[in-house]
């Protein structure tokens, strides 16, 4: 059983940053890929980036590439999600995710397995 615990949101204004992270519990998720994904009111849960078992690989949505970077400390058992140039189509709540492999199979959710309980994003006009 592995518990992810989010934290870093916020309210900011557009074109400002947040740094999200994502603090595990229970089993390693060493060798597993780890994703953030958002969800916005009335909404579907979408992909926003993964990142390989390793780090030696990422991936981005094509609405925060550029703008976001994920990454991870295997040793501290965290990841984070760096978001620069915050826009209002940001606002949303932020889920922390561990995948089934090394590295990411598919964006969708489906692939992923334990979720945080979220953190919320509000980015202000």
């Known amino acids: 059983q592995v518990q992810l615990v989010e934290s870093g949101g916020g309210l900011v204004q557009a074109g400002g940053s947040l740094r999200l992270s994502c603090t595990r519990s229970g089993r390693s998720i060493g060798v597993y890929a780890m994703g953030w994904f958002r969800q916005a009111p009335g909404k579907e849960r979408t992909f926003v980036a993964a990142?390989?078992?390793?780090?030696?690989?990422?991936y981005y949505a094509d609405s925060v590439k550029g703008r976001f970077t994920i990454s991870r400390a295997n040793a501290q058992n965290t990841a984070s999600l760096q978001m620069n140039s915050l826009k209002p189509e940001d606002t949303a709540v932020y889920f922390c995710?561990?995948?089934?492999?090394?590295?990411?199979?598919?964006?969708?959710?489906?692939?992923?397995?334990?979720w945080g309980q979220g953190t919320q994003v509000t980015v202000s006009s």
């Open positions: 995710t561990v995948g089934q492999q090394p590295y990411m199979t598919t964006p969708n959710a489906a692939a992923f397995g334990s």
């Open positions: 990142i390989s078992w390793n780090g030696d690989r990422t």
